[in-house]
């Protein structure tokens, strides 16, 4: 399977939890991004990142939240100290490099829960 | 900020029948996607428009992008019941601060019965 990966497919979490999501773009990409898709929302942006670099954070929550890019690895976006409201689908998107940044290619995505 | 609002939000229809969703801004992008969503999965690009006034056809699917760059159509020649899911429009800048970055709109929720 040559897609974007997600793992895990459903995470739950207890208020107070780190969440740890995880994503490898698809073969021959290095363009990642993180999009967050609320119950009764559409998908809303996060952040961009190339290897090793954060492109565009403007739609990160100032606290709590982190994303990388490791040279080695899959991308990873990290919540800290969750609280419910941070319960959604999250999708992770790749592109290639040197190729049309809006053709973005989503992954199966992430549910979180927070109990 | 960009917004995309697309029409209706909900299409309920009969196999056989014709239908068309429309995405709408008061900006400009420089290319707009339509992807589909299967619930508890991701969104599958279908097609990306860069040129205004650009029709793609895919199959029964006929997509086009305004002459000004600001709106976009998804037509649907007979559907068939495969087709019920999710559509998305997104739309994208080429540049500045906003590159890589995929506005969507609020999707519309198409079902085809049989």
């Known amino acids: 399977n040559a897609g974007v990966m997600q793992n895990p497919r459903h995470l739950v979490r207890r208020r107070g939890q780190e969440a740890r999501l995880r994503c490898s773009p698809m073969k021959g990409h290095s363009h990642v991004y993180w999009y967050r898709q609320l119950p009764e929302e559409g998908l809303k942006f996060m952040v961009y990142l190339q290897k090793e670099n954060i492109i565009d954070e403007s739609g990160m929550p100032k606290e709590r939240f982190s994303a990388e890019f490791p040279k080695e690895g899959p991308s990873i976006l990290r919540i800290q100290q969750v609280v419910r409201g941070d319960s959604a689908a999250y999708f992770c998107?790749?592109?290639?490099?040197?190729?049309?940044?809006?053709?973005?290619?989503f992954g199966p995505g992430t549910r979180l829960t927070v109990t | 900020t960009q917004l995309l609002e697309q029409s209706p939000q909900f299409l309920s229809i009969q196999e056989g029948e014709n239908l068309t969703v429309y995405c709408n801004s008061s900006s400009v992008f420089s290319s707009l996607q339509w992807y589909r969503q299967e619930p508890g999965e991701g969104p599958v690009l279908l097609v990306t428009?860069?040129?205004?006034?650009e029709v793609k056809k895919l199959k029964r699917l006929t997509f086009q992008f305004g002459d000004a760059r600001k709106d976009s159509s998804l037509h649907i020649t007979a559907a068939q019941p495969g087709d019920t899911g999710l559509y998305l429009c997104?739309?994208?800048?080429?540049?500045?601060?906003?590159?890589?970055?995929?506005?969507f709109g609020q999707g519309t929720i198409l079902t085809v019965h049989p």
């Open positions: 998107a790749s592109s290639p490099a040197g190729g049309l940044a809006h053709e973005q290619y």
């Open positions: 997104a739309g994208a800048n080429a540049g500045g601060t906003s590159y890589g970055k995929l506005t």
């Open positions: 428009v860069v040129t205004g006034g």
